[in-house]
């Protein structure tokens, strides 16, 4: 059964640092998504891309957060100068149609130091 | 209260039996959607419920909507010891496609 991959699955960085994460959505989706969940708390949506485009976005991506899709394949998160409260479980999502399910990766954990 | 949020927060139920989970919205829902979490893992899509359905069936699970009352309720029948996990209710709204994730369930399912 296809699904979503993410790498890597644990990033540790200082702060300041930049840091990408990584994506493969599944081949056949054209919605795109991520999200994230800090410890202990709600999975919060922070950006939706289609067509190539950022089609929605939360008040936490702000200009430290970029989103790519370099090739066909894969989908990327950017954060330019990391914060110690960017440290979060990072969720990558896809689905074939807007505003339907949604599959999600298993995470990226970052830990900004 | 937030776009989803969901009561109980904790349930602990032995196997076998029924555990029901509610989830109260605020605003209104193009669809609703139930996601379970195992600890430390990723979420995974268990039913979809639209906002003209009453009532969806997904083998041992059973959800309803009510859209004047601006709730959910998810029912899992004859529990297992795998299904416990952590359960969410996430809502689409307007003409978007972002999910709006509840404060989830945290179920325990005791042999």
Redesign the interface.
């Known amino acids: 059964e296809p699904e ?1 991959t993410q790498t890597p699955s644990h990033q540790v960085t200082q702060m300041g640092q930049e840091v990408i994460l990584r994506c493969v959505p599944i081949s056949n989706h054209l ?1 795109f ?1 991520w ?1 994230r969940q800090i410890l202990g708390q ?4 922070l950006v ?1 891309f ?1 067509n190539n485009e950022i ?2 976005k ?1 008040e936490i991506f702000d200009d430290q957060f970029s989103v790519e899709r370099p090739d066909g394949s894969n989908f990327t998160l950017k954060i330019r100068s990391t914060k110690l409260e960017d440290s979060a ?1 990072y ?1 990558c ?1 896809s ?1 074939t149609s ?10 990226t954990r970052l830990t900004v130091l | 209260s937030q776009q989803g949020e969901e009561d109980p927060q904790a349930l602990s139920i032995q196997e076998g039996e029924n555990a029901t989970m509610n989830c109260s919205y605020k605003t209104s829902i193009n669809n609703l959607q139930w996601y379970r979490q195992n600890s430390g893992r990723g979420l995974v899509h268990l039913i979809l419920i639209r906002s003209n359905e009453r009532e969806k069936h997904s083998g041992r699970l059973r959800v309803t909507l009510d859209t004047s009352k601006k709730s959910s309720s998810l029912l899992i029948t004859a529990s297992r010891a795998a299904d416990t996990a952590s359960y969410f209710c996430a809502s689409i709204t307007g003409g978007g496609n972002k999910l709006t994730f509840g404060t989830g369930t945290q179920l325990k399912v005791e042999l």
């Open positions: 979503v919605y998504y999200y709600k999975v919060e949506f939706s289609y089609s929605e939360s479980m969720f999502a689905g807007g505003g339907g399910e949604q599959f999600f990766g298993p995470g």
